[in-house]
């Protein structure tokens, strides 16, 4: 997704807008594998069932957002010592 450079205000209002499709696409995804795996649970076993669907969302979006979150801080790291040693060079 193109940066504030580029394309100015438009690039945080694009990314609200995309993060809000996100959720919106993930609600729809969740309700209907709740659905699937209720309806296929064997009698008595549903909410044994249908509760690891709920475990794992959270537990693996937290891991991703931690590993989003550790990559992000990573290459802002890199690119700001190239930007550094980019203008040590040009001075």
Do not use: C
Request: no cysteine; charged share 20%; net charge positive.
């Amino acid at each position: 997704m193109p940066g504030y450079n580029p394309i100015g205000v438009l690039a945080p209002i694009l990314l609200a807008v995309m993060r809000v499709l996100q959720g919106l696409a993930l609600g729809g995804e969740y309700g209907g594998a709740a659905t699937y795996v209720a309806e296929h649970a064997p009698d008595g076993k549903r909410s044994l069932f249908t509760h690891w669907i709920q475990i794992f969302a959270s537990a693996f979006g937290t891991v991703f957002e931690w590993h989003d979150f550790i990559f992000t801080r990573r290459w802002h790291r890199v690119a700001a010592r190239r930007r550094s040693l980019e203008n040590k060079v040009l001075k």
